[in-house]
């Protein structure tokens, strides 16, 4: 199926829902494509909060400043 990208945020309900059943949605801007929306299929495993206790690590320099010039590209 293809729709516009107009048509897509009007109907984006109702274009996830037919892919989530499988159907690629193309979006367009005029007459080219430009995305596709398709389903990422079924999520496995359940989340369990605390899963990674004790598994991962802050160090000290987690709560070091950003160099500046990683300051400025999250500012762009």
């Not at 293809?2 to 996830?16: F, V």
């Not at 801007?29 to 990674?52: H, Q």
């Amino acid at each position: 199926m293809s729709t516009t990208i107009h048509q897509a945020k009007t109907n984006l309900s109702r274009l996830i829902q037919r892919a989530s059943k499988g159907e690629q949605v193309i979006i367009s801007r005029g007459a080219t494509p430009v995305a596709m929306l398709v389903s990422v299929g079924p999520i496995k495993g359940k989340r369990t909060p605390g899963a990674l206790k004790g598994k991962l690590q802050l160090t000290p320099e987690f709560f070091e400043p950003l160099p500046q010039d990683e300051l400025d590209a999250w500012e762009k």
